[in-house]
């Protein structure tokens, strides 16, 4: 991997706010510790905004639509780009003005990592490719800290089935697809050490929360 590529990649910078995000694949309960977490964080007087990717704000709503409802397979790229103007609108629109409080928190349900995920290791982009197209302004915004909820294949189509909605554009693909997705995310907390923490989610809901609790008490001042 070229490390000149990681270069351009900061976190915001009010002191106070913070930025989090919640990684994995379908069924690993990050809508689950996120509703939790969002709770919490309300009740010690912090503001919180809550977004997924993709979508978040009207325009990457339609974006979201686009992808999730496509009945034709998309090129890669053409995906990707989806994901990145549905993101860059977010930012600009959403995370950006938000973070500038010091008692602020953003969550985000899905970010760079599910497009590193997804597009760069399951559909074949590469991390490279996912990373150039991030090097700028306002692309270039990491989180402060990711929780990455490890899950296998099987647990996800449990917890998918017990879900009971109709599959999406992604939740439809086979088993050879997720195990290149799982592949990829269990790759990626080696390339950001410092950022992504990586959770067996394969355990109760509760003892999850304790973990991401027990971490984010660090940060949390
Ligand atoms: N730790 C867990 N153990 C068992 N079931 C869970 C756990 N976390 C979430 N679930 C259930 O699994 C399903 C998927 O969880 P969800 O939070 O929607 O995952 P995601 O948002 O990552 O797709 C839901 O029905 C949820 O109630
Ligand atoms: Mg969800």
């Given at each position: 991997m070229n490390q000149n590529l990681l270069k351009p990649f900061r976190t915001p910078e009010t002191p106070g706010s913070f930025f989090l995000s919640f990684e994995g694949?379908?069924?690993?309960?990050k809508t689950t510790q996120i509703s939790d977490l969002e709770t919490f964080l309300k009740s010690i007087n912090k503001r919180v905004l809550v977004l997924r990717e993709p979508g978040g704000s009207t325009f990457g709503e339609k974006l979201r639509e686009a992808i999730l409802e496509s009945k034709v397979p998309l090129h890669p790229l053409a995906e990707c780009h989806l994901f990145l103007s549905s993101r860059a609108q977010l930012l600009n629109e959403k995370i950006l003005p938000f973070l500038l409080r010091p008692d602020s928190v953003v969550i985000l349900d899905r970010y760079i990592d599910s497009t590193i995920a997804y597009q760069g290791f399951a559909r074949g982009l590469g991390l490279e490719t996912i990373l150039t197209l991030h090097q700028h302004n306002p692309l270039n915004l990491l989180p402060h800290r990711t929780y990455f909820l490890d899950i296998d294949f099987a647990t996800s189509m449990d917890r998918q089935k017990s879900r009971g909605n109709a599959k999406d554009y992604f939740e439809a693909e086979q088993e050879e697809f997720y195990q290149k997705l799982i592949a990829g995310y269990r790759a990626l907390p080696e390339l950001f050490p410092d950022r992504i923490l990586k959770i067996?989610?394969?355990?109760?809901a509760e003892s999850i929360k304790t973990q991401i609790m027990n971490d984010l008490k660090t940060y949390l001042k």
């Open positions: 694949i379908e069924g690993s309960g067996d989610a394969s355990g109760t």
